[in-house]
């Protein structure tokens, strides 16, 4: 099969599937196998006619059309043999669909490790363990990005129902699925209750793709509320029970019994405001009438192990003698965090600069614990400051495009210039 074929039908498959395949010897055999059996029906036996230009051009179109065709033999071949399809590599699938709306961006498709594919979503064949159904609702684990501070996990949602329409947040026009769960990580045995935010968007109207973070943090202070002394691992097992399921409808019915106008609730006084606000039913996913919900038992077992080579930590251990400094930092191919030290007696806040003296900037969210995003910055050499919160918000309100390096330093109560490339 010629070279340039081949890169055609690598382009037809990114542009019909958004996705790319890795070097597989199965597909190629079968792509091979099809481009083989389509050409010798085309091939033009009269070599020593004159070529004419609109001959020239009529077998650009055959050509073409047969590369088509041998991509959909193989695709054919695929979906009737699930188990060969298993073999085929493709990477950051629901990753990479979800990338311009996900506020982590787009996560490193070289660290992004295939759990279970599309068709094993689409019950073509079955992973135990990663896809669980109940009520009609499939819940499927499709890929992980794990580095030294987060688990990045991919998750589809089908429903057999339509799913309501759900709102969109204004910014990107990301949606979400909230997800109340429990969680038992294999080397801290126990149960524990959670909440995660799935973030994502809805592809139809019986499928939402997302991806769920779950922050090192976040599970290390689960352990010290748990009395467990122990460090996290490269390799683990999280059992993941999902109990319920919840999103915001778009366009909520507010029912009769809590319809009032803007002027009725003007002239309320402000305990009648609040009395009327606490008679409207809520749950743990916010205003029930404003939410679309589930119960149900997904219960899922995911293996954990970190796949981003460019994980690091670099020992900083600077401290002034009030106590107040920096221990560590860590870094993965798309986030940084830093771990201080700070006394229990005062607030401090802790803003880090790249070598452009450009200020990285947290992603506070559900799922964001301490990540500072360094896509975009150069982090050769970062100035990490601590400031008195109140200082450092009360200027950064001042400053609506962003409160400046050079302003920051001028409060700072301590500050270490860390190099972390040589």
């Not at 460090?231 to 915001?248: G, K």
């Not at 743990?284 to 939410?291: F, H, N, T």
Request: include cysteine; hydrophobic fraction near 40%; aromatic fraction near 10%.
């Amino acid at each position: 099969m010629q070279k340039n074929a081949v890169n055609v039908l690598d382009k037809l498959y990114y542009d019909v599937l958004g996705t790319e395949l890795e070097d597989s010897d199965i597909i190629d055999t079968k792509m091979k196998e099809a481009y083989e059996i389509i050409r010798k029906k085309n091939i033009v036996a009269d070599t020593a006619a004159p070529v004419k230009k609109n001959t020239v051009w009529k077998k650009v179109f055959i050509t073409l059309g047969s590369m088509a065709a041998v991509l959909c033999l193989t695709f054919i071949f695929c979906v009737m043999n699930p188990v060969m399809a298993r073999e085929i590599p493709i990477l950051g699938n629901i990753f990479m669909r979800i990338a311009d709306v996900y506020q982590f961006g787009k996560l490193p498709e070289e660290s992004t490790v295939e759990l279970s594919s599309e068709e094993s979503a689409a019950g073509l064949f079955s992973e135990e363990g990663l896809v669980y159904t109940d009520g009609g609702i499939t819940i499927s684990i499709t890929e992980e990005y794990v580095s030294n501070q987060a688990v990045y996990i991919g998750v589809k949602v089908e429903n057999v129902q339509v799913f309501p329409e759900m709102v969109a947040t204004i910014e990107d026009g990301q949606q979400f699925i909230k997800a109340r769960t429990l969680e038992d990580y294999s080397f801290a045995p126990g149960e524990r209750r959670s909440r995660r935010y799935i973030e994502g968007r809805f592809v139809d109207e019986h499928t939402f793709l997302g991806a769920v973070r779950i922050d090192y943090d976040d599970i290390r202070r689960y352990m010290e509320e748990s009395g467990i002394d122990t460090d996290i691992p490269e390799t683990f097992t999280i059992e993941l029970e999902i109990v319920e399921i919840a999103s915001t409808l778009k366009d909520p019915e507010i029912p009769k019994e809590f319809k009032i106008s803007d002027e009725e609730y003007e002239q309320m006084t402000e305990e009648q405001q609040v009395e009327y606000l606490d008679s409207i039913p809520k749950a743990w996913y916010g205003i029930e009438y404003e939410s679309w919900h589930q119960e149900g038992t997904w219960h899922l077992t995911i293996p954990i192990s970190q796949t981003d080579e460019n994980s690091r930590i670099i020992e900083v251990e600077q401290y002034e003698s009030d106590g107040i400094g920096v221990e560590s930092i860590e870094l993965s191919s798309m986030e940084m965090s830093v771990t201080t030290v700070i006394p229990e007696n005062i607030s401090l806040y802790t803003a880090v600069f790249d070598a452009d003296g450009k200020e990285i900037e947290y992603k506070n969210g559900s799922n964001a614990g301490s990540a500072l995003l360094i896509e975009g910055h150069d982090i050769s050499t970062v100035s990490v400051y601590m400031c008195d919160l109140s200082e450092y918000f009360e200027l950064a309100e001042e400053h609506d495009k962003g409160i400046s390096q050079e302003i920051v330093e001028g409060i700072a109560q301590f500050k270490v210039v860390v190099r972390l490339e040589e």
